[in-house]
């Protein structure tokens, strides 16, 4: 699986979850190289660095309850300090196993983002909003918005942009996407994300 530098794209974590169908095969693969703990799922784990940067990912492979199908979640985060245990079975080799499932992949994923210090940017509703006509008001300020896009009934997407206390923005992504299991995976993830995002934080992001 190919690497994502996350501070290059102002990223601070990445998750996303998808269900398949395993055969005995797959399966089997997968428990060998990650047997399964006491609650029955298969942990695989990744620490490394890029350019410096710290980044953790683990991925666990579940299966649902009543059915056939396995979910798989993965985690990505920048900065942890965490590492990998020795011994433990890789995320990349996850994909490895799994690279041979042909289907497309229908995936829900959420993109965490952060942006300040000496950056500049620009989002698409200055916040703070200060509210100045309403002295009586329980609040003064709206420091955070939530937008949602559909397609029809379906959802598409939605966007969560907030300051923290510094002033600081934070975005928060939350999107679902159609994907194939190949070695491109979180690089096609990250560039949907991406491309979400810069629809509501611009200028000098990366």
């Given at each position: 699986m190919k690497q994502v530098n996350f501070k290059e794209f102002n990223i601070t974590g990445l998750r996303f979850t998808f269900w398949v169908d395993l055969t005995d095969d797959l399966l089997e693969k997968i428990q060998s190289v990650a047997p399964p703990d006491k609650d029955g799922r298969c942990v695989f784990v990744d620490s490394y660095k890029i350019d410096n940067v710290s980044h953790f990912a683990v991925a666990l492979v579940s299966?649902?309850?009543?059915?056939?199908?396995?979910?798989?979640?993965?985690?990505?985060?920048?900065?942890r300090l965490t590492r990998a245990g020795k011994g433990r079975a890789s995320v990349s080799k996850l994909f490895e196993i799994i690279s041979c499932i042909k289907e497309e992949i229908a995936v829900k994923c959420t993109?965490?983002?952060?942006?300040?210090?000496?950056?500049?940017?620009?989002?698409?509703?200055?916040?703070?909003?200060?509210?100045?006509?309403?002295?009586?008001?329980?609040?003064?300020?709206?420091?955070?918005?939530?937008?949602?896009?559909?397609?029809?009934?379906?959802?598409?997407?939605?966007?969560?942009?907030?300051?923290?206390?510094?002033?600081?923005?934070?975005?928060?992504?939350?999107?679902?996407?159609?994907?194939?299991?190949?070695?491109?995976?979180?690089?096609?993830?990250?560039?949907?994300?991406?491309?979400?995002?810069?629809?509501?934080?611009?200028?000098?992001?990366?």
């Open positions: 299966k649902s309850k009543g059915e056939r199908r396995y979910r798989i979640g993965v985690m990505w985060e920048r900065e993109l965490r983002l952060s942006f300040g210090g000496t950056r500049k940017y620009k989002t698409i509703i200055n916040l703070p909003i200060k509210i100045t006509d309403m002295p009586e008001s329980i609040y003064d300020e709206i420091h955070g918005m939530h937008f949602v896009k559909r397609e029809g009934e379906l959802f598409r997407y939605d966007v969560i942009l907030d300051l923290d206390p510094d002033r600081s923005l934070r975005e928060i992504i939350t999107f679902r996407k159609v994907i194939n299991m190949n070695e491109s995976i979180l690089e096609d993830v990250v560039r949907e994300g991406m491309g979400i995002s810069d629809g509501f934080v611009s200028g000098e992001k990366r």
